[in-house]
């Protein structure tokens, strides 16, 4: 009965392959999102999404889309992927984008470019 | 960008409260003081949160200043367990980014047997 749960929760991959992490919440919450947090431990918001918008940090490159196929999944897609995209991903979600509404982390997924 | 500064560690022996200070010197009316933590290899969790009265739930109590520019996280026995990096986020309500949480380099707390 895992709230946020995400696969794989191991990514090995070479540089310029196209790769996708899933993302699904049981909750019913109505926003989800991506976070990126790299090998100093910084971690930072990617997207914010739920079916009214999406706000995208300006730092992510145009090669990362997330993919909302219902309220209960919220998948990452990376183009062409690099050595610097390495890092774990962790999906969230919340009842809604606004008020007080705590974020619920999934377990992250530790991409690796070689 | 963060807008809270904490120290970069501390220690607690097992038992005892753990007080981890927060500075957000430049927070607003609006914003809201959240605390999360991370416990090693997992995802973020969140803890508490307040505006400017102090607050108490299961897990923690919140301690806002009264000018609002900084607040102190206490675990009150701290246990093993409780060995996380402890993340200060300030935010607000508004649409769109400024609602989003901005986790900054937080505090790794160890505590100790």
């Known amino acids: 009965d895992t709230a946020v749960s995400q696969t794989p929760k191991y990514l090995v991959t070479q540089m310029g392959n196209d790769k996708s992490i899933k993302c699904e919440q049981n909750?019913?919450?109505?926003?989800m999102y991506w976070y990126k947090q790299d090998s100093k431990k910084f971690l930072k918001i990617m997207f914010s999404y739920n079916n009214k918008e999406l706000i995208i940090n300006e730092t992510v490159p145009n090669r990362f889309s997330p993919k909302s196929p219902d309220k209960a999944h919220l998948n990452l897609h990376i183009n062409s992927l690099e050595l610097g995209d390495s890092a774990v991903y962790f999906c969230?979600?919340?009842?809604?984008?606004?008020?007080?509404?705590?974020?619920?982390f999934g377990p992250g997924t530790r991409l690796t470019v070689l | 960008d963060a807008k809270t500064t904490q120290p970069t560690s501390m220690d607690c022996a097992e038992g005892r409260a753990a007080n981890l200070p927060c500075n957000h010197s430049?927070?607003?009316?609006?914003?809201?003081v959240y605390w999360y933590r991370q416990i090693h290899s997992q995802g973020p969790q969140y803890i508490i949160h307040g505006l400017k009265n102090n607050e108490t739930n299961e897990m923690a109590s919140l301690i806002i200043t009264e000018d609002r520019k900084s607040s102190t996280l206490i675990l009150p026995h701290a246990t093993l367990r409780d060995t996380a990096v402890y993340y200060c986020i300030v935010r607000g309500l508004q649409s769109g980014s400024a609602r989003q949480l901005t986790f900054g380099s937080g505090t790794q707390l160890t505590v100790l047997p």
């Open positions: 969230a979600s919340s009842q809604d984008s606004g008020g007080h509404n705590e974020q619920f």
């Open positions: 430049t927070i607003s009316g609006n914003e809201y």
């Open positions: 909750l019913g919450h109505d926003t």
